[in-house]
């Protein structure tokens, strides 16, 4: 990678959490669809609110809760500082922690501490990213070790990106042949390959497609959350693509609908529903509807980015800490005890 080229993804990523932080970049017109449900309350939960359980565990490592610090960001020191925050209180917290796209780190092995969190994170799940559409411009099997390597990776997920490259400036549009390239990395790789998509969704005929060469897991990243069309359209000097990219804000399978559709097609599925999550009640419904763990990205982005001060911490750790007692609370209000009992439950209902 060339210095111009350095200097280029460290200014995109930059503005990418300029951006997040401070335009109005969420979907518009479309929501994540948990709305549409609501618990049926149990007045009588025979429970004690102690004795509800968030612990679960994830390709056999152990967590505190079925929470996932959803992949956002690296490839800069203002973005390594906020991956480190992060992983600080997923440890402290039992979450899973999923870093941002790891391309600049392959590209430019400088910019690797930016996504070196395993000593803030020694035991919870980290997940290394890469962009699938990279196999066509360079990357393979060799990238992706690279990636977990680096990472000191519990798993590699694939994100999926096509709306976002057509609407960035840069953008890598060749999506062709993925399937089979997706298939030769799960081979390849001794840890689990997850995909994910980016605030557009997964439908079910991809998730069974993707499952079936292998695939371990599937995050469905659902409309209703930030839309990339729309982060997009905030770095675009393109006067056209910036006015298309707002025919696009409604865009996207809804979070809730992706997870449904996908549980229904693939009952023995590993998913990750994420995707316009704000708090432990969206978490709550996400699992019911059919998720293994829920995540959650840039409603946790502002306080991640305040800075490394203990009083700022504290507040990220109190962030995390009401997202779980939102959760468990959910729980305890219609007497489920465990996650398992939560993903059984018969009493979460469409409005």
């Known amino acids: 990678m060339s210095v111009d080229q350095q200097a280029a993804t460290a200014k995109r990523k930059g503005e990418h959490i300029r951006i997040c932080l401070q335009e109005q970049v969420n979907s518009v017109g479309i929501e994540t669809g948990l709305e549409r449900y609501r618990f049926k309350h149990n007045a009588l939960p025979e429970l004690s609110f102690s004795e509800v359980r968030l612990d679960t565990e994830w390709f056999g490592k152990n967590l505190g809760a079925p929470l996932l610090v959803s992949s956002m960001t690296g490839g800069t020191d203002e973005a390594g500082a906020i991956n480190r925050r992060l992983a600080v209180v997923a440890q402290e917290r039992g979450w899973a922690i999923g870093l941002g796209s790891m391309r600049a780190a392959i590209e430019n092995e400088d910019l690797a501490s930016s996504f070196s969190i395993r000593s803030d994170a020694p035991t919870v799940p980290v997940i290394a ?4 559409v990279q196999f066509n411009y360079g990357f393979g099997i060799e990238s992706c070790r690279r990636a977990v390597e680096i990472a000191e990776a519990d798993a590699l997920v694939l994100h999926l990106n096509s709306m976002q490259e057509v609407f960035q400036p840069e953008g890598d549009t060749d999506f062709r042949h993925l399937l089979s390239a997706i298939e030769q990395v799960c081979k390849a790789l001794n840890v689990p390959v997850g995909v994910k998509e980016v605030g557009w969704g997964i439908d079910a005929d991809t998730a069974a497609a993707l499952t079936g060469v292998g695939v371990s897991f599937i995050d469905a990243a659902g409309a209703g959350g930030t839309s990339w069309s729309q982060v997009e359209k905030f770095r675009s000097s393109d006067e056209m693509r910036r006015q298309a990219a707002e025919s696009f804000a409604d865009w996207g399978i809804p979070t809730a609908e992706s997870v449904v559709e996908i549980r229904e097609r693939l009952p023995q599925a590993n998913i990750i529903a994420s995707g316009g999550l704000r708090t432990g009640v969206d978490a709550a419904k996400a699992i019911a509807l059919g998720a293994n763990l829920a995540g959650f990205g840039r409603v946790l982005l ?21 997202i779980e007692f939102e959760l468990r609370t959910a729980m305890f209000g219609i007497g489920a005890g465990s996650v398992s009992e939560l993903r059984q439950t018969n009493r979460l209902l469409l409005k």
């Open 129 to 132: 990213n890469i962009g699938a």
């Open 302 to 322: 502002p306080q991640a980015a305040k800075g490394s001060n203990v009083a700022s911490q504290e507040q990220l750790l109190q962030q995390f800490e009401r």
